[in-house]
């Protein structure tokens, strides 16, 4: 097998580091997307408890957690919530906002393969 290598001083760089850094970045993408869908996921439940009285929101900790929520999570969930119809008191956009990014994850799956694997049938 035939491998490019760059030589700079004390180091080398081959082709294996531009692999392993795609899955890095790749990798890191998935786990942000991970994070944001479990920050969508506590700030409907931390809102569904507030509208029921179940959590104090004057208590300083309990509004600092629903506020940081929010502001996180509201730039994604206002769009969605401005192009569904009223459903009234229920509100759809965090389940529309979750599959979106659940989609994006399987889009970005299927990306990282193409590029990593060269399978780009993944695509199709």
Sequence with gaps: MLRSVIATGSFRIGIGSNYHMIRTL?????ELLSLYIWAVILAALFSML???GVLDTRNRVVWSIGDFLHRVTEPTLRPVRNLLP???SLDISPLIVLLLLQASRM?????KNAL?????QALL
Excluded: E
């Design 26 to 30: 790749f990798w890191l993408l998935d």
């Design 50 to 52: 507030a509208s029921f």
């Design 86 to 88: 009223s459903f009234g």
């Design 107 to 111: 889009l970005l799956d299927s990306v």
């Design 116 to 120: 990593v694997y060269g399978s780009w």
